[in-house]
């Protein structure tokens, strides 16, 4: 795996230092920060708030900003083939803002009370104010994704790319309505969780990275930027889900409880619900209305006895390999991949 302190220019390397990588966000946020300043003041906070840049009276806070993994990624794959990040500062734009919108309608349908430590949107200005804010932002990402062309990206590469943007979006809806369909059920097989976290997570993470490919003039390079971020983005929901189960409240920023009392039919509870020696057990505590605090305890002996979290681990590391097998067989130069492999490797190890 390539190391965690960076790759120094040397030799005709590209430094992927933790810097540039901030510098990347740092780039989108701005770009975020100017659409933002163009909407009506009264979505305008409710939009700074859920980004973390104000509280909900409006006023200018000093939080930890957050992962823009898809802008980074989509930044990462134009360099990659040799494109101008700059001419694609309002897609990865786009992308973070198609990615929020849905944490938005997320937090909505979980009934998640917290995200990042602070009240969720819906919470603090009610349900129909957090639709309606969501719904806003998908229209400012397809305003973002017009101010291409004044970049000089031409009008049938724009085109494109909105199509690859709503094929993901798509994608995100399906994906969703299975994760919410599946928590009335305990007979989702494997191959049912992989189908929906491939819609719900892989989707809009393979678009990052094929739109990359595609703005920076990739050409056919861009399908094999779509399988690389594909198998990167199940690799990272796989993560999430082993997070939600066994992560850290201070890192995770979300409470650890709240997929299992939810009863979502994340990767280990699919697996322990067919090879636990207590899946009866454990079927009975999700078919309940609601796994009360109580039980939490005792579903999450029963997943660390039936080797759920090895299973799931070892799935991860499956599809970081095959991601970064798609990236090699891209064809291009090794050492423009560095980045988008110390990334891969990041994100399939991280703790947050």
């Known amino acids: ?50 980004m973390g840049w104000e509280n909900e009276k409006g006023c200018a ?43 938005i309608h997320d937090d909505i349908q979980d009934r998640s009370h917290e995200r990042h430590g602070r009240p969720t949107v819906w919470k603090l200005w009610g349900k129909s104010q957090a639709i309606n804010i969501g719904d806003f932002m998908f229209a400012l990402a397809s305003l973002a994704l017009l101010k291409l062309k004044d970049n000089g990206v ?15 979006c798509k994608e995100l809806c399906e994906g969703q309505c299975l994760d919410i369909e599946f928590e009335n059920r305990v007979d989702i097989t494997e191959e049912d969780y992989l189908n929906m976290i491939r819609k719900k997570t892989a989707a809009l993470i393979a678009a990052s990275t094929s739109m990359g490919a595609y703005l920076g003039k990739g050409g056919e390079k861009a399908q094999y930027f779509h399988q690389f971020g594909e198998a990167l983005g199940m690799a990272y929901q796989i993560r999430d889900d082993i997070l939600g189960i066994w992560g850290i409240r201070e890192s995770t920023g ?58 799931a681990q070892n799935l991860i590391q499956k599809y970081c390999r095959r991601a970064l097998e798609q990236l090699e067989a891209s064809g291009v130069e090794r050492n423009h991949q560095a980045a988008l492999k110390q990334m891969a490797n990041s994100l399939a190890e991280r703790n947050y």
């Open 1 to 50: 795996m390539v190391g965690r302190q960076g790759i120094k220019e040397h030799s005709g390397e590209l430094d992927v230092t933790l810097k540039e990588w901030t510098g990347y966000r740092d780039s989108v946020q701005d770009e975020l920060k100017e659409i933002s300043n163009r909407t009506p003041p009264s979505l305008r906070n409710i939009l700074r708030y859920h």
């Open 61 to 103: 806070r000093q939080g930890k900003p957050g992962k823009f993994i898809r802008s980074i990624l989509h930044l990462l794959s134009c360099r990659a083939v040799g494109g101008d990040t700059a001419q694609v500062l309002p897609s990865a734009a786009a992308l973070e803002l198609v990615h929020n919108l849905s944490l």
């Open 154 to 168: 031409p009008s049938e590469e724009m085109i494109y790319s909105f199509h690859l943007l709503t094929e993901a």
């Open 254 to 311: 979300k409470s650890i409880e709240g997929d299992l009392r939810q009863r979502k039919k994340t990767l280990p509870v699919v697996y322990a619900l067919r090879e636990s020696k207590n899946k009866a057990k454990l079927k009975r505590l999700f078919s309940q209305r609601h796994i009360g605090v109580g039980d939490i305890p005792i579903v999450v002996e029963i997943l660390d006895q039936s080797g759920a979290r090895d299973h």
